[in-house]
């Protein structure tokens, strides 16, 4: 018998990602026995390999995506807000230069990679602020506390960053991922779960024999 173990693999390019990341985050300290990993990722990739298409391709379903990410986050108190510039962003940037710096941070150490993915979804997905170019690395990596920031973005550069994008990315395709957040679950009986977005704690929960997640709203013991 192993310890459950949960990859949770996100890109801060998803709003849903970032209410995964949260909810997960305030599950962790409750759900002792179980092995939580943070995977960055490419959604680009994955969209791409997987033959999907971002959501805001389609208008219908970009409009309930807006809708529904607002309200998904105000149920969990996230302090999200729709970048007005976003569509144009996202056609002219990526997100993989913000992903492989988190990885050169998740080598430093994990704990200041969640403080930096959490700062760029605030940045983006709350304030408005790019997260795509040197400059915004910097402003990100200052907040964080980084005291050597140049280097850390002139290593996220070196190819091997690249590498474990891609093999981080290609981990969560051979499971069949086609979006983002993408969680795997592992049982203690080494059986594996898939499982797309941030709505599927519940279902987790119960196959882990945990705790439901609850907004701290609803809950005396803040979940
Ligand atoms: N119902 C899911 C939706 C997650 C979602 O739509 N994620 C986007 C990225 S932010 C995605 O990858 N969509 C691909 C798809 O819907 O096929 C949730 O609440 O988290």
């Given at each position: 018998?192993?310890?459950?173990?949960?990859?949770?693999?996100?890109?801060?390019?998803?709003?849903?990602?970032?209410?995964?990341?949260?909810?997960?985050?305030?599950?962790?300290?409750?759900?002792?026995?179980?092995?939580?990993?943070?995977?960055?990722?490419?959604?680009?990739?994955?969209?791409?390999?997987?033959?999907?298409?971002?959501?805001?391709?389609?208008?219908?379903?970009?409009?309930?995506?807006?809708?529904?990410?607002?309200?998904?986050?105000?149920?969990?108190?996230?302090?999200?807000?729709?970048?007005?510039?976003?569509?144009?962003?996202?056609?002219?940037?990526?997100?993989?230069?913000?992903?492989?710096?988190?990885?050169?941070?998740?080598?430093?150490?994990?704990?200041?990679m969640l403080r930096a993915a959490r700062e760029m979804w605030m940045r983006l997905w709350s304030r408005s602020e790019k997260i795509f170019e040197d400059q915004d690395y910097m402003e990100v990596l200052?907040?964080?506390?980084?005291?050597?920031?140049?280097?850390?973005?002139?290593?996220?550069?070196?190819?091997?960053?690249?590498?474990?994008?891609?093999?981080?990315?290609?981990?969560?395709?051979?499971?069949?991922?086609?979006?983002?957040?993408?969680?795997?679950?592992?049982?203690?009986?080494?059986?594996?779960?898939?499982?797309?977005?941030?709505?599927?704690?519940?279902?987790?929960?119960?196959?882990?024999?945990?705790?439901?997640?609850?907004?701290?709203?609803?809950?005396?013991?803040?979940?």
């Amino acid at each position: 018998m192993t310890k459950p173990r949960i990859d949770f693999y996100f890109d801060v390019v998803s709003p849903y990602s970032w209410i995964g990341f949260e909810v997960l985050q305030k599950l962790e300290p409750k759900w002792k026995d179980v092995s939580i990993h943070y995977i960055p990722f490419s959604l680009r990739q994955v969209m791409v390999t997987s033959g999907n298409r971002p959501p805001a391709m389609l208008p219908a379903r970009s409009i309930m995506l807006m809708l529904d990410v607002q309200r998904t986050s105000k149920f969990w108190d996230i302090p999200l807000n729709v970048p007005p510039e976003f569509k144009k962003w996202i056609m002219k940037y990526s997100t993989v230069g913000a992903m492989k710096l988190l990885l050169v941070l998740e080598k430093q150490d994990p704990d200041l990679m969640l403080r930096a993915a959490r700062e760029m979804w605030m940045r983006l997905w709350s304030r408005s602020e790019k997260i795509f170019e040197d400059q915004d690395y910097m402003e990100v990596l200052k907040v964080v506390g980084v005291k050597n920031p140049e280097e850390i973005i002139k290593k996220s550069k070196e190819e091997k960053y690249e590498k474990i994008l891609e093999e981080n990315t290609n981990k969560a395709l051979d499971t069949n991922a086609y979006g983002a957040p993408w969680i795997n679950v592992t049982t203690s009986d080494g059986e594996e779960h898939s499982f797309f977005g941030s709505d599927r704690f519940n279902l987790i929960a119960d196959l882990l024999g945990q705790p439901q997640p609850l907004p701290d709203k609803y809950s005396n013991s803040k979940l």
